[in-house]
């Protein structure tokens, strides 16, 4: 079974940057696409970047141009570079994916709160 851990959640202000990491452990086997959701409160939880295991990668409309995904396959971990962030980026964000031979998925770790207010 794969595990997931995201950090690198803070607040920050309008406009600043932050990294997010997810690492996966277990079972991986490979990683063949990472996904990046987040759910802000009182919301549901939308799909924000997809990266496959060659680096393709597709953004939602709201971050496209802001954020960018990217994976380490050696050290089994994946990216998520947020910049020029906004209010509306305020939410959990949370990995999650397909890996090994079965593209299985894992199950949901405890996020990364984004924070973003002045």
């Known amino acids: 079974q794969v595990r997931l851990v995201e950090s690198g959640g803070d607040s920050v202000q309008p406009g600043g940057s932050l990294r997010l990491s997810c690492a996966a452990s277990g079972s991986i086997g490979s990683i063949n696409v990472m996904e990046w959701h987040r759910q802000a409160p009182g919301k549901q939880r939308e799909l924000v970047a997809v990266?496959?295991?060659?680096?393709?990668?597709t953004y939602a409309n709201s971050v496209r141009g802001r954020f960018t995904a990217s994976l380490d396959h050696v050290k089994s971990m994946g990216y998520l570079q947020m910049n020029n962030l906004k209010p509306e980026d305020t939410a959990v964000y949370f990995c999650?994916?397909?890996?090994?031979?079965?593209?299985?998925?894992?199950?949901w770790g405890q996020g990364a709160q984004v924070t973003v207010s002045s």
């Open positions: 990266i496959t295991s060659d680096g393709k990668t």
């Open positions: 999650n994916g397909r890996f090994g031979t079965r593209w299985t998925s894992a199950a």
